[in-house]
T-cell receptor, first 109, second 117 residues
Framework: GQSLEQPSEVTAVEGAIVQINCTYQ??????LSWYQQHDGGAPTFLSY????GLEETGRFSSFLSRSDSYGYLLLQELQMKDSASYFC??????????FGKGTRLHILP | GAVVSQHPSRVICKSGTSVKIECRSL??????MFWYRQFPKQSLMLMAT?????????EQGVEKDKFLINHASLTLSTLTVTSAHPEDSSFYIC?????????????FGPGTRLTVL
């Protein structure tokens, strides 16, 4: 079966750093992606890790350890507009994407 | 580049009617598109993989006779919800893959909110 585990909610303060963890168990694995979704909107792509290590894109970084079936999304210098749901997703065979249940990020002023 | 559109963005229909949702890749060709459904405060659940020129591949538990998928061209896939019922009310999102910057990234449409009365 396929399962991705991530915390349901995380709360952080504006300007701080927050890490959202994701562990996965999937039959196929071609990479771990992260998506952001604001209420009422569609998911937007944030990052993709096919190999172990850290990928940095501006304030967002994503990490993958394939041996541990684990990854995380790191958000720095949090802004109020970062309040959203964040989904980790495994890319399966044939470009199919399986999503985790999502982490709701609340940012306090 | 790599824009995916959906039409309509919102639809309200009566129970028992059928609703067609279109997904278009505007500036690239997509041999494969994906259809997802998302209930409030839940994750995106993959419904089916739409393959251009061939039958769609449905995920376990998704009724293929209820959710008809047609991928007639490299830029258009349609999802028809047949004999819709209130429990089919949901947010339907499509995606298409495109090689951008060396990665095969999935680009999502803006979604279609279906409400069945």
């Amino acid at each position: 079966g396929q399962s991705l585990e991530q915390p349901s909610e995380v709360t952080a303060v504006e300007g701080a750093i927050v890490q959202i963890n994701c562990t996965y168990q999937t039959s196929g694995f071609y990479g771990l992606s992260w998506y952001q979704q604001h209420d009422g909107g569609a998911p937007t792509f944030l990052s993709y890790n096919a190999l172990d290590g850290l990928e940095e894109t501006g304030r967002f970084s994503s990490f993958l350890s394939r041996s541990d079936s684990y990854g995380y999304l790191l958000l720095q210098e949090l802004q109020m507009k970062d309040s959203a749901s964040y989904f980790c997703a495994v890319r399966d065979q044939g470009d199919k994407i399986i999503f985790g249940k999502g982490t709701r990020l609340h940012i306090l002023p | 580049g790599a824009v995916v559109s959906q039409h309509p963005s919102r639809v309200i229909c009566k129970s028992g009617t059928s609703v067609k949702i279109e997904c278009r890749s505007l500036d690239f060709q997509a041999t494969t598109m994906f259809w997802y459904r998302q209930f409030p405060k839940q994750s995106l659940m993959l419904m089916a993989t739409s393959n251009e020129g061939s039958k769609a591949t449905y995920e376990q538990g998704v009724e293929k006779d209820k959710f008809l998928i047609n991928h007639a061209s490299l830029t258009l896939s349609t999802l028809t919800v047949t004999s819709a019922h209130p429990e089919d009310s949901s947010f339907y999102i499509c995606s298409a893959g495109h090689h951008l910057g060396g990665n095969n990234e999935q680009f999502f449409g803006p979604g279609t909110r279906l409400t069945v009365l």
